[in-house]
């Protein structure tokens, strides 16, 4: 029987790690700074201290190359990677048309230092 393929990620992911402050939507006073590990055009993963719950909509500020980017996120997945480590999934909601530029220039950069 043959393998069963995988099926293609809609965005590229790269390797990366930006200084990202987390803040759950609506809450006040609940930022708290992570590090991503890959980030792409749909969004990004990082390690944090605790879990956030699936579906929890976030406000990232990722500190990139080009700048600063600001997007409105939901957690799609997360995975315990040890004693109050966790890795953090996050699909990109909505950002301004001048973070998606820095998004993409920052992604074209990776993807040329890819090659």
Same mark, same amino acid.
Request: glycine letters at 10%.
């Given at each position: &029987? %043959?393998?069963?393929?995988? %099926? +293609? #990620?809609?965005? %590229? #992911? ?7 402050? $987390? ?5 006040? !006073? =609940?930022?708290? &700074? +992570?590090?991503? #590990?890959?980030?792409? !055009?749909? !969004?990004? &993963?990082?390690?944090?201290?605790? =879990?956030?719950? $699936?579906?929890?909509?976030?406000? /990232?500020?990722? =500190? @990139? *190359?080009? !700048? $600063? ?5 939901? $957690?799609?997945?997360? =995975? @315990? ?21 820095? *998004?993409?220039?920052? /992604? ?5 230092? #890819?090659?």
């Amino acid at each position: &029987m %043959p393998d069963k393929a995988t %099926p +293609a #990620r809609r965005f %590229p #992911r790269f390797l990366a790690e930006y200084a990202v402050l $987390v803040r759950r939507t609506g809450k006040i !006073g =609940s930022e708290k &700074m +992570a590090r991503t #590990r890959t980030i792409g !055009g749909g !969004g990004c &993963m990082f390690n944090f201290h605790e =879990s956030l719950g $699936v579906g929890t909509e976030l406000d /990232l500020v990722i =500190s @990139m *190359l080009g !700048g $600063v980017v600001k997007a409105h996120s939901r $957690v799609v997945w997360e =995975s @315990m990677a040890g004693p109050y480590q966790f890795e953090i999934g996050v699909e990109f909601l909505r950002m301004t048309p001048d973070d998606q530029q820095s *998004l993409d220039t920052t /992604l074209a950069a990776l993807a040329a230092a #890819r090659r």
